[in-house]
Nanobody
């Protein structure tokens, strides 16, 4: 079992920045890729960014956030971060942390609201 706890959401004006954190606990030794997803109002949940934990730290980003968001990871602390810069109103969503360890685990979600 893996538990994920996110933090760092909030309300910010367009152009501002936020940093999300997600810390895993439990059977974390089996975690490889950690990811952030988001669910915008009225839309399906979508992948925002992912990072592998195999030493290479390969990252992957949705086209909509490339150049604005940066995913990083502290492997020793089992924590993944999402630095979000130049935020836009369309980034408003609930952001979820995600890992796959024999099955998919989700955090409880953290609300990000960007005002215009």
């Amino acid at each position: 079992q893996v538990q994920l706890v996110e933090s760092g959401g909030g309300l910010v004006q367009a152009g501002g920045s936020l940093r999300l954190s997600c810390t895993a606990s439990g059977s974390t030794f089996s975690i490889n890729t950690m990811a952030w997803y988001r669910q915008c109002p009225g839309k399906e949940r979508e992948l925002v960014a992912s990072i592998r934990g195999d030493g290479y730290g390969v990252t992957n980003y949705a086209d909509s956030v490339k150049g604005r968001f940066t995913i990083s990871r502290d492997v020793a602390m089992d924590t993944v971060y999402l630095q979000m810069n130049s935020l836009k109103p369309e980034d408003t969503a609930i952001y979820y942390c995600n890992v796959f360890v024999f099955k998919t685990y989700w955090g409880q979600g953290t609300q990000v609201t960007v005002s215009s």
